[in-house]
């Protein structure tokens, strides 16, 4: 497999970022200016020196890099070594010109300790996902190759309170919210950022995640340019309208926290949405 990596100019973080030659998704979108931009606003609402950031599923950095820049303590996760090579990088550089700092976890985030076979998609290099114990790749991701990677449970690495958690591990998130419980339990003031994807969740049902997300407190939308508080009855039902196995929705949460960061325009686009929308 082709390792190669450039760099490349992105003018709104005043750096150069390191992206993998071979990705077809998120190295483009960043060599044309960013990624996720509405995740990443929502995201930096939220940073503030010296705040504490946890994030899972980290890749080559985007959100870990844009913590530290604004002067975050951030715990990253990356389990796949030759994607962790990029993101410890892009880290350096990014403390080189910000007040934060980075530690960087080459785990997988789970429930418990052990080690596993990661699945990588051949093209999309955001799409790696960790199989249940003697599972082969999934049946959507042809051409995948694996590696054997170590699984740690939070909590025995990261001791909270965090202000901002990012999960992102494709499948992977209930298993890393069950070994985060000390964590969450030590972090009532919480943002959330979190992939929804039930076709490829491992360990519970869309319906169970978002069930543990509202026993936690968090109020919860899409992460979107308007984000309105969902129920998860109403979640479930909008993801359920999408491609199962294209398509996810990245969620946003809070608790303690404000949900709606932006101005009064932003409200009512908020509010519109929430009236127009199913």
Known sequence: MDHATRTVPVPGLGLDFEVLNDDEII?????????????????????????????????????????????????????????????????????????????????????????????LASSNRGDNRVVDSGGGAPADMDGASAVEIQIRKVDE??????????????????????????????????ALLI???????????????????ESEGFCMGKATAAPYPMSPARILRQAETRDPVKSGLDLYATRGKAFHVGGAVDRLRSLWRSIKED
Request: proline share 5%; charged share 20%; net charge negative.
């Open 195 to 213: 992939e929804f994807w039930p076709y490829a969740l491992r360990g519970a049902t869309g319906a169970e995640l978002l069930a543990l997300l």
């Open 27 to 119: 190295g483009p979108s960043i060599a044309a200016g960013g990624w996720e931009e509405h995740e990443t606003r929502l995201f930096k609402a939220h940073l503030s020196p010296g705040c504490r950031v946890l994030d899972l599923g980290a890749n080559i950095g985007w959100f870990a890099v844009q913590a530290v820049l604004a002067g975050a303590e951030v715990d990253a996760f990356e389990p796949v070594p030759h994607i962790a090579d990029v993101l410890e990088r892009n880290i350096a550089r990014a403390m080189e010109r910000g007040s934060g700092s980075a530690r960087v976890h080459r785990y997988a985030a789970g429930e418990a300790s052990s080690s596993a076979e990661i699945f």
């Open 157 to 190: 690495l990261v001791q909270g309170p965090i202000d901002v958690l990012k999960i992102d591990t494709q499948g992977s998130e209930w298993h890393a919210l069950s070994g985060a419980r000390s964590l969450l339990d030590a972090s009532p003031d919480l």
